[in-house]
Protein backbone atom coordinates (compact mmCIF):
# COMPACT_ATOMS: atom_id res chain seq x y z
CA UNK A 1 0.00 0.00 0.00
CA UNK A 2 1.18 3.29 -0.32
CA UNK A 3 2.55 6.17 2.33
CA UNK A 4 0.12 9.28 2.63
CA UNK A 5 3.09 11.02 0.88
CA UNK A 6 2.87 8.24 -2.14
CA UNK A 7 -1.21 8.65 -1.94
CA UNK A 8 -0.93 12.92 -2.15
CA UNK A 9 1.57 12.55 -4.90
CA UNK A 10 -1.07 9.88 -7.04
CA UNK A 11 -3.58 12.49 -6.17
CA UNK A 12 -1.58 15.70 -7.42
CA UNK A 13 -0.91 13.84 -10.64
CA UNK A 14 -5.06 13.10 -10.67
CA UNK A 15 -5.94 16.80 -10.68
CA UNK A 16 -3.31 17.64 -13.23
CA UNK A 17 -4.36 15.49 -16.08
CA UNK A 18 -8.13 16.08 -14.99
CA UNK A 19 -7.63 19.87 -15.84
CA UNK A 20 -6.41 18.75 -19.76
CA UNK A 21 -10.45 18.04 -20.22
CA UNK A 22 -11.76 20.85 -17.24
CA UNK A 23 -10.06 23.70 -17.40
CA UNK A 24 -12.18 25.25 -14.57
CA UNK A 25 -12.06 22.37 -12.48
CA UNK A 26 -11.58 24.52 -9.69
CA UNK A 27 -14.16 26.82 -10.25
CA UNK A 28 -16.90 23.88 -11.05
CA UNK A 29 -15.79 22.85 -7.64
CA UNK A 30 -16.85 26.56 -5.93
CA UNK A 31 -19.94 27.16 -7.41
CA UNK A 32 -20.73 23.24 -6.01
CA UNK A 33 -19.58 24.77 -3.08
CA UNK A 34 -21.67 27.81 -3.27
CA UNK A 35 -24.56 25.67 -3.70
CA UNK A 36 -24.43 23.76 -1.02
CA UNK A 37 -23.53 26.72 1.91
CA UNK A 38 -26.33 29.04 0.33
CA UNK A 39 -28.89 26.04 0.86
CA UNK A 40 -27.80 24.50 3.44
CA UNK A 41 -25.80 26.10 5.99
CA UNK A 42 -22.45 25.74 7.61
CA UNK A 43 -23.02 21.87 8.49
CA UNK A 44 -24.60 19.98 6.21
CA UNK A 45 -24.88 16.16 6.05
CA UNK A 46 -23.21 15.51 2.13
CA UNK A 47 -23.78 12.61 -0.02
CA UNK A 48 -21.03 12.53 -3.04
CA UNK A 49 -21.77 10.36 -5.56
CA UNK A 50 -18.87 8.36 -7.20
CA UNK A 51 -16.45 9.82 -4.64
CA UNK A 52 -13.54 8.84 -6.56
CA UNK A 53 -10.27 10.08 -5.25
CA UNK A 54 -12.34 12.46 -2.98
CA UNK A 55 -11.15 15.69 -5.25
CA UNK A 56 -14.94 17.08 -4.22
CA UNK A 57 -15.08 15.79 -0.95
CA UNK A 58 -11.95 17.60 0.43
CA UNK A 59 -12.99 20.96 -0.88
CA UNK A 60 -16.36 20.89 0.55
CA UNK A 61 -14.65 20.25 3.91
CA UNK A 62 -11.92 22.94 3.58
CA UNK A 63 -15.07 25.51 2.33
CA UNK A 64 -17.47 24.12 5.24
CA UNK A 65 -15.29 22.79 7.86
CA UNK A 66 -18.26 22.00 9.82
CA UNK A 67 -19.59 19.64 6.62
CA UNK A 68 -19.94 15.70 6.98
CA UNK A 69 -19.06 14.55 3.53
CA UNK A 70 -20.28 10.12 3.00
CA UNK A 71 -18.51 9.31 -0.31
CA UNK A 72 -19.36 6.56 -2.24
CA UNK A 73 -17.67 4.72 -5.24
CA UNK A 74 -16.87 1.65 -6.62
CA UNK A 75 -13.39 2.18 -7.67
CA UNK A 76 -11.47 0.31 -5.14
CA UNK A 77 -7.94 2.08 -6.23
CA UNK A 78 -9.28 5.76 -6.49
CA UNK A 79 -10.64 4.96 -2.61
CA UNK A 80 -7.90 3.46 -1.48
CA UNK A 81 -6.01 6.58 -2.39
CA UNK A 82 -8.25 8.69 -1.06
CA UNK A 83 -8.26 6.60 2.43
CA UNK A 84 -4.62 7.29 2.66
CA UNK A 85 -4.36 10.56 1.46
CA UNK A 86 -7.39 11.93 3.71
CA UNK A 87 -7.49 9.00 6.38
CA UNK A 88 -7.24 11.50 9.54
CA UNK A 89 -9.53 13.87 7.52
CA UNK A 90 -12.28 14.56 9.94
CA UNK A 91 -16.15 14.89 8.74
CA UNK A 92 -15.01 12.42 5.91
CA UNK A 93 -15.93 8.63 5.36
CA UNK A 94 -15.73 6.90 2.24
CA UNK A 95 -18.15 4.00 0.83
CA UNK A 96 -17.28 0.72 -1.14
CA UNK A 97 -20.61 0.38 -3.54
CA UNK A 98 -21.23 0.91 -7.02
CA UNK A 99 -24.11 3.18 -7.25
CA UNK A 100 -25.38 0.61 -10.32
CA UNK A 101 -25.86 -2.17 -7.50
CA UNK A 102 -29.31 -2.55 -5.21
CA UNK A 103 -27.96 -1.47 -1.39
CA UNK A 104 -26.03 1.79 -2.42
CA UNK A 105 -28.27 3.60 0.37
CA UNK A 106 -28.13 0.80 2.80
CA UNK A 107 -24.36 1.00 2.63
CA UNK A 108 -24.26 5.03 3.64
CA UNK A 109 -25.27 4.21 6.45
CA UNK A 110 -26.59 7.50 7.22
CA UNK A 111 -28.16 8.43 10.61
CA UNK A 112 -30.49 11.03 9.29
CA UNK A 113 -31.79 12.52 6.15
CA UNK A 114 -29.06 14.23 3.94
CA UNK A 115 -28.79 17.91 3.13
CA UNK A 116 -27.20 17.59 -0.04
CA UNK A 117 -26.25 15.11 -3.03
CA UNK A 118 -23.24 16.28 -4.40
CA UNK A 119 -21.29 14.62 -7.81
CA UNK A 120 -18.39 15.69 -10.16
CA UNK A 121 -17.62 13.98 -13.08
CA UNK A 122 -19.25 10.59 -12.24
CA UNK A 123 -22.54 10.22 -13.34
CA UNK A 124 -22.29 10.52 -17.11
CA UNK A 125 -21.18 7.29 -16.39
CA UNK A 126 -24.81 5.55 -15.91
CA UNK A 127 -27.37 5.12 -18.37
CA UNK A 128 -30.27 6.87 -18.54
CA UNK A 129 -32.27 3.89 -16.66
CA UNK A 130 -29.58 3.79 -14.30
CA UNK A 131 -29.50 7.49 -13.75
CA UNK A 132 -33.00 7.44 -13.05
CA UNK A 133 -32.89 5.01 -10.14
CA UNK A 134 -30.12 6.77 -8.71
CA UNK A 135 -31.80 10.13 -9.37
CA UNK A 136 -35.23 8.68 -7.38
CA UNK A 137 -33.68 7.05 -4.72
CA UNK A 138 -31.75 10.65 -4.49
CA UNK A 139 -35.49 12.45 -4.27
CA UNK A 140 -36.63 10.26 -1.46
CA UNK A 141 -33.90 10.90 0.76
CA UNK A 142 -32.78 14.12 0.68
CA UNK A 143 -34.63 16.45 3.72
CA UNK A 144 -37.27 19.18 2.37
CA UNK A 145 -35.47 21.95 0.91
CA UNK A 146 -32.41 20.22 0.33
CA UNK A 147 -30.44 19.84 -2.73
CA UNK A 148 -28.73 17.67 -5.55
CA UNK A 149 -25.56 19.39 -7.38
CA UNK A 150 -23.95 17.70 -10.31
CA UNK A 151 -20.82 19.31 -12.19
CA UNK A 152 -20.17 17.35 -15.51
CA UNK A 153 -20.08 17.34 -19.21
CA UNK A 154 -23.47 17.30 -20.65
CA UNK A 155 -24.12 17.56 -24.08
CA UNK A 156 -27.42 18.98 -25.71
CA UNK A 157 -28.73 15.66 -28.10
CA UNK A 158 -29.16 14.45 -31.11
CA UNK A 159 -32.03 16.63 -31.60
CA UNK A 160 -29.86 19.86 -31.25
CA UNK A 161 -26.38 18.71 -33.36
CA UNK A 162 -25.20 22.34 -33.80
CA UNK A 163 -25.99 23.57 -30.68
CA UNK A 164 -23.92 20.64 -29.31
CA UNK A 165 -21.25 21.06 -31.43
CA UNK A 166 -21.57 24.80 -30.16
CA UNK A 167 -21.17 24.06 -26.57
CA UNK A 168 -17.82 21.83 -26.84
CA UNK A 169 -16.39 24.05 -29.22
CA UNK A 170 -16.62 26.71 -26.62
CA UNK A 171 -15.40 24.55 -23.59
CA UNK A 172 -11.97 23.19 -26.58
CA UNK A 173 -11.58 27.46 -27.59
CA UNK A 174 -11.22 28.30 -23.58
CA UNK A 175 -8.96 25.15 -22.79
CA UNK A 176 -6.64 26.60 -26.23
CA UNK A 177 -6.77 29.74 -24.70
CA UNK A 178 -5.67 28.71 -21.03
CA UNK A 179 -3.39 26.52 -21.82
CA UNK A 180 -3.17 22.57 -21.01
CA UNK A 181 -2.16 21.97 -17.43
CA UNK A 182 0.33 19.17 -18.40
CA UNK A 183 1.37 16.19 -20.36
CA UNK A 184 0.06 13.73 -18.93
CA UNK A 185 -3.59 12.47 -19.45
CA UNK A 186 -5.52 10.07 -18.41
CA UNK A 187 -4.37 7.44 -19.99
CA UNK A 188 -1.18 8.20 -19.20
CA UNK A 189 -1.91 8.30 -15.71
CA UNK A 190 -3.63 5.16 -15.59
CA UNK A 191 -0.47 3.97 -17.60
CA UNK A 192 1.79 4.91 -14.81
CA UNK A 193 -0.75 3.78 -12.07
CA UNK A 194 -0.48 0.12 -13.17
CA UNK A 195 3.56 0.38 -13.47
CA UNK A 196 3.99 1.91 -10.15
CA UNK A 197 5.37 -0.75 -7.57
CA UNK A 198 3.98 1.06 -4.70
CA UNK A 199 0.09 0.87 -6.05
CA UNK A 200 0.39 -2.94 -6.42
CA UNK A 201 -1.71 -3.81 -4.38
CA UNK A 202 -4.42 -1.62 -4.76
CA UNK A 203 -3.81 -1.90 -8.53
CA UNK A 204 -4.69 -5.67 -7.65
CA UNK A 205 -7.89 -5.16 -5.79
CA UNK A 206 -9.55 -3.46 -9.25
CA UNK A 207 -8.50 -6.31 -12.14
CA UNK A 208 -6.89 -5.75 -14.88
CA UNK A 209 -10.22 -4.23 -16.88
CA UNK A 210 -11.16 -2.03 -13.84
CA UNK A 211 -14.13 -0.33 -12.92
CA UNK A 212 -16.51 -0.95 -16.36
CA UNK A 213 -17.47 2.83 -18.11
CA UNK A 214 -18.67 2.37 -20.88
CA UNK A 215 -22.25 3.88 -22.00
CA UNK A 216 -23.02 4.04 -25.58
CA UNK A 217 -25.78 6.14 -25.45
CA UNK A 218 -25.11 9.24 -23.19
CA UNK A 219 -28.05 11.18 -21.30
CA UNK A 220 -28.38 14.21 -22.28
CA UNK A 221 -28.65 17.65 -20.25
CA UNK A 222 -32.75 17.68 -20.89
CA UNK A 223 -32.69 13.82 -19.51
CA UNK A 224 -30.91 14.70 -16.23
CA UNK A 225 -33.29 17.61 -16.00
CA UNK A 226 -36.31 15.79 -16.30
CA UNK A 227 -35.34 12.59 -14.24
CA UNK A 228 -34.45 14.93 -11.49
CA UNK A 229 -38.27 16.42 -12.13
CA UNK A 230 -39.62 12.41 -12.06
CA UNK A 231 -37.68 12.02 -9.21
CA UNK A 232 -39.54 14.39 -7.31
CA UNK A 233 -37.75 17.63 -7.33
CA UNK A 234 -39.36 20.79 -7.43
CA UNK A 235 -36.67 22.67 -9.24
CA UNK A 236 -34.00 21.62 -11.56
CA UNK A 237 -31.69 23.63 -14.01
CA UNK A 238 -28.38 24.84 -15.05
CA UNK A 239 -26.84 27.02 -12.78
CA UNK A 240 -23.20 27.69 -13.88
CA UNK A 241 -22.27 26.44 -17.59
CA UNK A 242 -19.20 27.18 -19.49
CA UNK A 243 -19.58 25.41 -23.03
CA UNK A 244 -20.63 21.77 -21.99
CA UNK A 245 -19.34 21.87 -18.45
CA UNK A 246 -22.45 22.68 -16.26
CA UNK A 247 -23.25 22.60 -12.54
CA UNK A 248 -27.16 21.36 -12.81
CA UNK A 249 -28.95 22.14 -9.05
CA UNK A 250 -32.44 20.24 -8.25
CA UNK A 251 -34.37 22.06 -5.24
CA UNK A 252 -36.38 19.38 -3.54
Not at 112 to 129: E, G, K, Q, Y
Request: charged share 25%; net charge negative; glycine share 8%.
Amino acid sequence: MPTVQEARHWLDRWDRQQEIYLTDREERFAVIADVVEATCGPQPLIVDLGVGPGSLAVRLLDRLPGARVVGIDADPLLLGLARTAYGDRAGLRLVDHDLRLPGWVDALRLDRAPDAFVSTTALHWLTRPELASVYTACGALVRPGGVLVNGDHLHEGADRPRLDDLTRTVRQQRAVRVGSAGDEDWEAWWDAVRAAPELSELTAMRGPKGVDHQVEDLPTVEDHLQALRDAGFAEAGTVWQHGDDRVVVAIR
